[in-house]
């Protein structure tokens, strides 16, 4: 029932009530937007609410945020868009192929496999590292892929053990994100760190940030995407089978056009995590590729919070998402609505 469908009273209340809701939603946004305009002496003077009327306003945060005087917001700015933008396209392709695979195929893995990986990976990280002397980056490097290579060969036998299926690798999936995020982030930046020492400079880099931020989205691109997939027919996946059509083209040709309101949603919801994450971008760079959320958090002085310079650099990171929401809205809901309905 819509609101429309009300007679009398009872939608002018109902009406009513979004109204307040509206003005209730929007008052943040509009306190940011006048706080942008104040000088220092109207924000810590006491609460004023109109422009012109209880201030008067000024462009004098703005100013100072354009021109660089506090911090490079230009070259902050693209490097989120950039690094934001395409770890958002490529973990939304590869988390859709994940998802795909997960729903259509079945696939089992051998408890003992997982945990023969586990035991060659961190093993061998030992072994290269305590015995052989090897810098940590490589030994983990050369550990995990031999533990990777072993676990899918042991898994090809008849283990002991429990077999876990579709469903249990969903939950493995979604389970990373139960990691707290400053663990993973000192993490990645010892990593990134060691791997600086071989040569290979990850801090402070657009690949080492968007690789970053792409694990960081996997998971709930999978767990997303498999729900989106999972309600699609597959009488047109079938018929594209018994004409010898490759799987690939069945994929990109027919399952990713069916599914596509469901992309957008997902890529407008891993975009927004990754446009407002704040700890990888603290950990792992420094200067050139450093995101809005850093640019924000350091508008401050020794005097203090200067909500001024805050407020005009926050509504600069709010604007953009609120940009592509809007575009992207409808197809967005319709998208979220099929999700729902699974």
Same mark, same amino acid.
């Given at each position: ?38 000088? $220092? ?45 395409? !770890? ?9 192929? !994940? ?54 060969? #042991? ?77 699609? $027919? ?31 949603? =997902? ?17 792992? =760079? ?8 850093? #640019? ?16 005009? !650099? ?29």
């Amino acid at each position: 029932m819509s609101v429309r469908d009300l007679k009398g009273s009872k939608r002018y209340w109902v009406l009513f009530a979004c109204l307040i809701w509206l003005v209730f939603t929007l008052f943040p946004l509009y306190w940011v937007a006048i706080t942008s305009l104040k000088s $220092p002496v109207d924000v810590v003077g006491g609460p004023t609410y109109i422009p012109f009327v209880d201030f008067q306003p000024t462009l004098k945060a703005w100013r100072e945020l354009f021109s660089g005087a506090r911090g490079g917001f230009f070259s902050t700015f693209w490097a989120s868009t950039i690094v934001g933008l395409s !770890a958002s396209v490529i973990a939304t392709l590869i988390g859709s192929m !994940a998802a795909y695979a997960l729903v259509r195929f079945p696939f089992k893995v051998r408890l003992a496999s997982g945990i023969g990986f586990f035991i060659v990976a961190m093993g061998g990280y030992l072994l290269g590292r305590e015995v052989f002397g090897v810098n940590p980056a490589m030994a983990s490097i050369v550990a995990f892929c031999i533990a990777l290579a072993l676990s899918i060969f #042991l898994n090809r036998f008849a283990l002991p053990g429990p077999v876990l299926g579709n469903d249990d690798i969903i939950f493995w999936f979604v389970s990373q994100r139960l990691f707290p995020p400053i663990v993973v982030a000192f993490a990645l930046f010892l990593l990134y760190t060691e791997m600086g020492k071989l040569g290979f400079k990850m801090t402070d880099t657009y690949f080492g940030l968007t690789l970053a931020y792409i694990a960081f989205s996997l998971p709930i691109v999978v767990w997303l995407m498999r729900d989106f997939i999972a309600i699609l $027919p597959v009488d047109v996946e079938e018929a594209a089978l018994v004409e010898n059509v490759p799987s690939w083209r069945i994929f990109f040709g027919i399952v990713l056009p069916m599914a596509r309101p469901g992309l957008i949603a =997902t890529f407008v919801i891993t975009l927004a995590f990754v446009w407002n994450e704040f700890l990888f971008a603290l950990f792992l =760079t420094n200067s050139k590729w450093q995101t809005l959320p850093i #640019l924000v958090a350091g508008q401050n002085s020794q005097r203090g919070d200067e909500w001024w310079a805050i407020s005009a !650099a926050a509504l600069v990171a709010i604007i953009p998402m609120v940009i592509i929401a809007g575009l992207l809205g409808r197809l967005m809901r319709s998208g979220l609505t099929i999700g729902a309905v699974k």
